[in-house]
């Protein structure tokens, strides 16, 4: 780009821990152009634990029907919602490389500058999720690098937080290591008795509890840990 965006329009689809990926490339765009209005259009029930983190940013639902029409192939996108991509300066899709559905419908729509990328990397790539993200962003030409992300929540969230993991037996004013060793898939998960051991050493090096999250998905790998 010739200059700084005003406006930047981000789409990322997945869950939970896609959006949380997604979130060290977010903090470095907002941190490189800190006056420029953000929309990130995810499922906004993830998107908006990074609402206090990238402030001012607003959040839209991806899933919504008023986006469906992107997803399209060939599809001519209505008046107002072309009217909407148009907007923004700078449009960054990490839903498909320029030649997917998706990004030629937005280049169609008249999108300016639009920088798309497919969601991951590939499956033989040795990168991280988060450091890929970020590298879909270099020609950017900014000149600070991602970091860990830290979230921070809003008041309400950080004690609901609190009464949940207090119901869990956890107490809440000691350091504590929350660890998910699963995925929406087996074979993407990294083997349970590495987190185990991660897990472990960290506890023991930090004097950290240690809170595993388990749901449906991890039910298989419960017995192993």
């Known amino acids: 780009m010739d200059s700084a965006p005003k ?16 979130g ?7 941190r490189a152009f800190p006056s420029a209005k953000m929309t990130v259009v995810a499922r906004t029930a993830y998107a908006e634990l990074l609402a206090d983190t ?16 992107v997803f399209l192939e060939g599809a001519d996108l209505p008046d107002r919602l072309a009217g909407f991509v148009k907007s923004f300066d700078l449009v960054v899709s990490w839903l498909g490389p320029r030649e997917a ?37 270099s020609s950017l030409h900014m000149s600070s690098k991602p970091d860990a992300l830290e979230l921070t929540l809003p008041a309400y969230n950080a004690q609901t937080c609190d009464r949940l993991l207090a119901d869990c037996g956890v107490k809440v004013t000691e ?6 060793p699963g995925s929406g898939g087996l074979k993407k998960c990294w083997p349970t008795e590495r987190f185990v051991n ?16 388990v749901g449906p998905a991890e039910i298989e790998q419960t017995e192993r840990f």
């Open 7 to 22: 406006s930047i329009l981000v789409f990322r689809g997945g869950a939970l821990g896609d959006v949380l990926l997604a």
């Open 24 to 30: 060290p490339a977010l903090v470095q765009l907002r």
């Open 54 to 69: 990238l402030k001012p940013v607003q959040c839209l639902e991806l899933g919504s029907s008023r986006f469906s029409p």
């Open 101 to 137: 559905p998706f990004a030629r419908n937005l280049l169609r729509a008249g999108a300016g500058c639009v920088l798309a990328a497919a969601s991951f990397p590939q499956p033989d790539a040795s990168a991280h999720a988060g450091d890929y993200l970020a590298d879909t962003l």
């Open 175 to 180: 350091p504590l290591l929350a660890v998910h």
């Open 198 to 213: 991660v897990a472990r050493r960290v506890a023991e090096q930090r004097g950290m509890q240690v809170l595993w999250l």
